[in-house]
């Protein structure tokens, strides 16, 4: 991976979005139904793409939200549905075609009561607090979201009854309807206009922040936060989050300071990631290089991305946490705190994550669900409180209540970053420290992950890789030992190889929003074990590749 000059440095002007040609763009561009790139096409969360080269735009979301409506009328889904927004710059006009095909298809829709931004996390809360003890007027949602993608993204994702993320069979029913939309110039799509949709008698008015904010304690301990005095710095990096975070603040009486309130869709304040690029990644070194900067200032301090759905650790003793690192603490903190949690909830995590999070579940005694990447594969453990924390490497977590019972099936970064407060209240040490104390029990291991640019025919390629391609039988010097194409938590494709030795394993995997694929790997014996895995890794995959015709 080779880091830009610019990286971790203030963001250039000439970097920034054009953002009226970015929004001229989305209504005036038409995609090429005959163009892969151009097609409607759900990753491992929602559809996302942008207005400048035609894989993102009004026709895309008006044919999208028509074919939610149609799924929802094939289903029987009947309760309101729950619209969130971010703050990238397509997210407003993308929120405004979907109301109007929402109110002319006659769909109930519950929108901010203060037309603020809606935290992916919060309206994974309101989908599950409607529905609890239902069976019928079940809710659904929309997120209008690319996430931490840079500026010139928009994205938009749903969110079935259950809350998290729509399984691949309900994204793919909804991709192919919605292309047929397209290739068909929209014939079938019903529309009225913004003013008369946003005044329609289906569309009310809902209070998402005071909701979610006013249920925090039943999550986090918040009453040990503020009687600590634990000292807080917040950035949300110009995400939905900004007006959550006050309100925490306000509402429980905290020492919590939001370091930056602005809300610009050319995220001019980010400070530039690894690549050259603008990218709201709150666990991102470069991205994240301001937060650091104020480390001393705080206990403990922390980061959202744009949707609020992934979380950033900044500590005195570690400066950014490493995602990993951190779920493993919050796992081993988690479940010495929760008396209430059954002693079966298990640990989820997705198979890309570090193995110190298979030894911290050990010494709780606690069972381990190892998955595929995409929050999906944790729905059903977090609805029936059979998984208790589940996470993924790139800064994504939630977990249940502090009864046990289900807060999100969606990932939910805020209350990640307040379990970092809750963690420093109650034990006196900040995560970081109580990372260094596990590796003292443990052993440090080395993690990394490497991005490389592959085409959608790679991409492919490398997602239907069987354990065969791999014709070697060592790795690093020493003999591996399995080659996985399949979860072992629950035996789904993971969409690519993993390869594991008795010191360490990689994982190849493409992208499922850019077209990148990714090498995750670890070692358990040393940062030269680790370049050693990431070489061999990479020459592995480019030779499964060649033999598959990929490349």
């Not at 097609?39 to 939200?65: C, K, M, P, Q, Y």
């Not at 070692?523 to 030269?528: G, H, I, M, Q």
Request: overall charge negative; aromatic content about 8%.
């Amino acid at each position: 991976m080779s880091v830009s000059p610019l990286a971790g440095k203030p963001a250039e002007p000439a970097m920034l979005v054009d953002v009226p040609r970015l929004v001229t763009a989305y209504y005036t561009g038409r995609p090429d139904p005959s163009v892969a790139a151009q097609r409607v096409a759900f990753g491992t969360s929602g559809h996302r793409g942008s207005s400048l080269d035609a894989s993102f735009n009004e026709t895309h979301i008006l044919a999208i939200t028509q074919a939610i409506c149609l799924y929802r009328r094939e289903q029987g889904i009947d309760g309101p549905l729950h619209l969130g927004i971010d703050t990238h710059a397509l997210s407003a006009p993308a929120f405004a075609s979907a109301l109007e095909v929402l109110a002319a298809n006659g769909v109930e829709v519950m929108v901010d009561d203060g037309d603020g931004y809606t935290p992916t996390p919060v309206i994974s809360h309101a989908i599950l607090c409607h529905n609890r003890g239902r069976a019928r007027g079940l809710a659904d949602g929309i997120v209008v979201t690319p996430s931490h993608n840079p500026p010139r993204f928009g994205g938009f994702k749903y969110n079935p009854p259950h809350g998290g993320p729509a399984d691949t069979q309900v994204t793919r029913w909804i991709e192919q309807r919605a292309n047929t939309f397209i290739a068909e110039e929209l014939r079938g799509v019903a529309r009225v206009p913004f003013e008369r949709a946003r005044r329609a008698s289906t569309t009310h008015e809902h209070p998402y922040l005071d909701s979610y904010v006013a249920d925090l304690p039943a999550v986090v301990d918040v009453e040990a936060i503020r009687e600590s005095q634990v000292r807080i710095g917040v950035d949300p990096l110009g995400g939905a989050s900004v007006a959550y975070w006050d309100a925490i603040g306000d509402r429980y009486r905290l020492d919590l300071d939001v370091v930056n309130h602005a809300v610009d869709p050319t995220f001019r304040f980010m400070t530039v990631d690894w690549d050259g690029q603008i990218r709201m990644d709150p666990s991102s070194p470069y991205a994240m290089a301001g937060m650091v900067a104020l480390k001393e200032r705080f206990d403990v301090a922390f980061a959202n991305d744009a949707d609020a759905d992934r979380h950033g650790i900044v500590t005195r003793a570690q400066g950014l946490l490493d995602p990993n690192h951190y779920l493993a603490v919050a796992i081993d903190y988690l479940f010495a705190h929760r008396p209430q949690w059954p002693s079966s909830a298990a640990v989820g995590k997705t198979l890309v994550s570090s193995s110190l999070i298979d030894r911290v579940a050990a010494r709780r005694e606690r069972r381990l669900v190892e998955v595929p990447v995409g929050f999906k594969w944790f729905v059903d453990g977090l609805i029936d409180g059979s998984v208790g924390f589940c996470g993924e490497e790139s800064s994504g977590a939630t977990f249940v209540r502090r009864d046990g019972t289900v807060w999100t099936t969606d990932k939910d970064g805020l209350i990640p970053n307040l379990l970092a407060a809750e963690i420093t209240a109650r034990t006196g040490s900040d995560p970081g420290e109580r990372y260094r104390a596990l590796t003292e029990e443990f052993g440090a291991t080395y993690y990394t992950r490497v991005d490389a640019a592959a085409t959608p025919e790679q991409k492919a390629q490398l997602a239907q890789l069987s354990p065969q391609a791999i014709t070697r039988s060592t790795l690093a010097g020493e003999p591996i030992t399995a080659k996985l194409t399949r979860a072992p938590g629950n035996d789904a494709p993971i969409g690519g190889l993993k390869v594991v030795t008795a010191g360490g394993w990689f994982a190849a995997r493409p992208s499922g929003t850019e077209n990148i694929y990714k090498i995750y790997a670890e070692s358990l014996r040393s940062e030269a074990h680790l370049r050693s895995l990431v070489s061999e890794a990479q020459e592995i995959v480019s030779a499964a590749l060649a033999a598959s015709g990929g490349s």
